[in-house]
């Protein structure tokens, strides 16, 4: 007994060890080496472009306007180069993928980082139309695949990888509104690519991070959506929730904003340099505490536990016939 305990014990240390010598491998020569980033008008992604251009990398960074994108340059090396990218145009992605082609000059793409989040109003489901879906899905889901699948060709001639980032609420749905939908999406097409695309020895990597202040997401932006939703609705619908409701939710989301906003964006940026650079890059890297572990025991916890979590944290409509909770769980 006390044998086989021990080489149960030896086993599980020997992958352990075998792990961590695997997993601190790094790609060699990485001078020269093109990857496009998306999203460079974010802090994630001009912190990331600036990095890479540091350490030797031909950038190619995508800014959503001129002015994002001279703004890079002029604080980066002359190897990097900018385009304008709009991920909700097809013709925008074209003429991206024709200046990316012609950038890398027949070497291929070693790495694609994705960053697409499309504004997206959150809200109760019933206050929304078919058009505030488009908004969030016709960037962060189909932009994020028709750029990807537009730039397969140069990745696979360059044994490349996809790094692609990912709001860890994705994990777990619990407000309406297309953002979770891209989500989970997104965790669907790149678990798909990553299997197909092995053969081509391209490697796929998702980053679930959590959110960040300062660009990454907007508590006023947030509230000038439900403002504008609220005052759309037809009096039946906002008879059904109360005026005492709307008051609560604004509340209920300013505070999981404060609460749930991270200031240190390193954590996601080493993950980033981990999946480019590792010689065996991760499938998926949780940045955050939340990512890691707040939201993936919310999507793991029985349906019971997560839905009254998620009930204390936001108000009930008048027609639930129950008062509107005033405090918000602590999260």
């Given amino acids: 007994s006390d044998s086989l305990h021990i080489a149960i014990l030896a086993s599980i240390l020997s992958v352990i060890i075998y792990w961590l010598i695997r997993d601190s491998h790094r790609v060699r020569n990485l001078s020269g080496k093109h ?9 994630l992604g001009n912190s990331l ?7 030797g990398f031909s950038v190619i960074a995508a800014c959503a306007t001129e002015k994002g994108g001279q703004e890079l340059q002029s604080c980066c090396s002359l190897s990097l180069k900018t385009v304008n990218l709009n991920l909700a145009d097809s013709k925008s992605i074209a003429r991206t993928v024709v200046f990316v082609t012609k950038e890398t000059a027949g070497k291929g793409l070693f790495g694609l980082v994705i960053h697409a989040e499309g504004e997206a109003p959150v809200a109760p489901t019933d206050w929304l139309r ?17 750029i990807t699948l537009n730039l397969l060709p140069l990745l696979k001639k360059a044994d490349g990888r996809v790094v692609n980032l990912i709001n860890a609420k994705g994990l777990m749905a619990f407000v309406g509104g297309g953002y979770g939908l891209s989500t989970w999406g997104m965790e669907a097409f790149s678990d798909t690519l990553r299997r197909e695309m092995q053969h081509f020895g391209m490697k796929v990597s998702i980053i679930e991070h959590d959110f960040f202040k300062a660009g990454e997401v907007n508590s006023d932006v ?15 619908t906002r008879d059904s929730y109360g005026e005492k409701y709307f008051v609560e939710y604004i509340k209920a989301q300013r505070s999981s904003v404060k609460r749930l906003c991270d200031s240190d964006i390193s954590k996601v ?19 955050g505490w939340d990512a890691k572990f707040f939201w993936l025991f919310l999507s793991y916890a029985p349906s019971c536990l997560s839905d009254m979590l998620l009930r204390m944290t936001f108000p009930a409509p008048a027609v639930n016939g129950r008062s509107v909770p005033g405090v918000l769980i602590n999260i």
């Fill in 222 to 236: 947030i509230e000038k959506h439900l403002l504008r939703l609220w005052n759309r609705l037809t009096p039946e």
């Fill in 130 to 146: 078919i058009e505030d879906f488009h908004s969030v899905l016709d960037v962060s889901l189909l932009g994020l695949i028709e």
């Fill in 269 to 287: 940026i080493k993950c980033m340099e981990h999946a480019l650079i590792a010689k065996y890059p991760r499938t998926r890297y949780g940045a």
């Fill in 35 to 43: 990857v496009f980033i998306t999203g460079c008008d974010t802090r």
């Fill in 49 to 55: 472009a600036k990095w890479l251009d540091k350490r």
